[in-house]
């Protein structure tokens, strides 16, 4: 293969296959639950920004899982609008790329804060006399960052193995953003290397992670009712709960969309799934997180009666 076959100048992407009309009712529907996103997500964090009260681990993995929605949103969100209202919905090639990279970076990312969460709330119940000393700054600090850099590295394997590929012929990706299996489609040369690095990276990123927060949310429940309080006893349900739900959300959208047998109509059933990562998942975690959660409540009022008060 020659070099401008491999690096081919732009790609296609079809979107979603509607009317006119329907396609500007989307882009209106769409935009609302972006702003909800970005709104959302940036109240969680100007609360843990301002109320010392949410200064603790729990928050501060919060704080970056609000980080990691709004940047997954505005990677996926903003040229499928675009290309909602265009005649050509044409992606350049390495912008094609990087967004590749990105979606896979952050939703990797999101994964492993998931976990690190879901590990703060086990110590928290289960080892609540050593949880300062086992959730202590410096080691939230290092948890954190090596959910960052953990995740870049397992995107760039992927992105390095996309590029060593030959592109030719055919360039409409049939979705709205350049998702990792729908590009790989467009390729002319075996993907066996590919697919087999995804379903490995799944397993190790999805299935392994998942397996430890089931574990960790057995313990926790079992030591939740052994509470006597009851009060205490519904304070930690409903923080376990928000949880339990964003991730229920999350692993389980990601493992049928990368694991599961495909069905009759796969590129549908990927566009559907990769809505609930780019626009619901992100749109729903802050108010998951807001209405069930009395800490953050109690914030919001903290905050608004420190503004009247001035």
Same mark, same amino acid.
């Given at each position: 293969?020659?070099?401008?076959?491999?690096?081919v100048p732009e790609?296609?992407?079809?979107?979603?296959?509607?009317?006119?009309?329907?396609?500007?009712?989307?882009?209106?529907? /769409?935009?609302?639950?972006?702003? /909800?996103?970005?709104?959302?997500?940036?109240?969680?964090?100007?609360?843990?920004?301002?109320?010392?009260?949410?200064?603790? &681990?729990?928050?501060?993995?919060?704080?970056?899982?609000?980080?990691?929605?709004?940047?997954?949103?505005?990677?996926?969100?903003?040229?499928?609008? *675009?290309?909602?209202?265009?005649?050509?919905? #044409?992606?350049? %090639? =390495?912008? !094609?790329?990087?967004? @590749? /990279?990105?979606?896979?970076?952050? =939703?990797? @990312?999101?994964?492993?804060?998931?976990?690190?969460?879901?590990?703060?709330?086990?110590? *928290?119940?289960?080892?609540?006399?050593?949880? #300062?000393?086992?959730?202590?700054?410096?080691? !939230? @600090? $290092?948890?954190?960052?090596?959910?960052? @850099?953990?995740?870049?590295?397992?995107?760039?394997v992927h992105v390095?193995?996309?590029?060593?590929?030959? %592109? !030719?012929?055919?360039?409409?990706?049939?979705?709205?953003?350049?998702?990792?299996?729908?590009?790989?489609?467009?390729? !002319? =040369?075996?993907?066996? +290397?590919?697919?087999?690095? $995804?379903?490995?990276?799944?397993?190790? $990123?999805?299935?392994? &992670?998942?397996?430890?927060?089931?574990? #960790?949310?057995?313990?926790?429940?079992?030591?939740?009712?052994?509470?006597?309080?009851?009060?205490?006893?519904?304070?930690?349900?409903?923080?376990? #709960?928000?949880?339990?739900?964003?991730?229920?959300?999350?692993?389980?959208? =990601?493992?049928?969309?990368?694991?599961?047998?495909?069905?009759?109509?796969?590129?549908?059933?990927?566009? $559907?799934?990769? +809505? /609930?990562?780019?626009?619901?998942? &992100?749109?729903?975690?802050?108010?998951?997180?807001?209405?069930?959660?009395?800490?953050?409540?109690?914030?919001?009022?903290?905050?608004l009666w420190k503004?009247?008060?001035?």
């Amino acid at each position: 293969m020659t070099e401008n076959q491999t690096w081919v100048p732009e790609f296609i992407l079809q979107g979603f296959l509607l009317s006119p009309q329907m396609q500007m009712l989307l882009c209106g529907l /769409f935009s609302l639950f972006y702003i /909800f996103t970005l709104l959302g997500n940036g109240v969680i964090l100007g609360l843990i920004w301002l109320d010392c009260r949410l200064h603790t &681990p729990m928050y501060f993995f919060l704080s970056h899982l609000a980080i990691v929605d709004i940047s997954y949103a505005t990677n996926n969100v903003p040229k499928m609008l *675009a290309n909602l209202l265009a005649k050509k919905k #044409s992606i350049s %090639f =390495a912008p !094609c790329i990087m967004q @590749t /990279f990105l979606y896979m970076a952050f =939703a990797h @990312t999101e994964c492993l804060i998931l976990v690190m969460m879901s590990y703060d709330r086990y110590v *928290a119940i289960c080892q609540p006399l050593q949880y #300062s000393v086992i959730m202590a700054w410096k080691v !939230c @600090t $290092i948890m954190a960052v090596a959910s960052w @850099t953990c995740g870049s590295l397992l995107a760039l394997v992927h992105v390095v193995l996309i590029l060593r590929l030959p %592109f !030719c012929g055919h360039h409409e990706i049939n979705h709205f953003f350049c998702e990792i299996l729908s590009v790989l489609k467009l390729a !002319c =040369a075996d993907t066996t +290397l590919n697919q087999i690095v $995804i379903f490995a990276a799944s397993v190790l $990123i999805l299935v392994g &992670p998942l397996c430890f927060v089931l574990v #960790s949310y057995t313990r926790i429940l079992t030591a939740i009712l052994r509470i006597q309080s009851g009060e205490g006893r519904r304070k930690a349900f409903s923080t376990c #709960s928000s949880h339990l739900c964003v991730v229920g959300l999350f692993f389980g959208s =990601a493992i049928v969309m990368y694991m599961a047998p495909k069905t009759q109509h796969p590129e549908t059933q990927q566009k $559907i799934l990769s +809505l /609930f990562y780019s626009l619901f998942n &992100p749109m729903l975690n802050p108010l998951i997180y807001s209405l069930r959660n009395t800490e953050v409540k109690g914030a919001v009022k903290r905050v608004l009666w420190k503004q009247r008060s001035r």
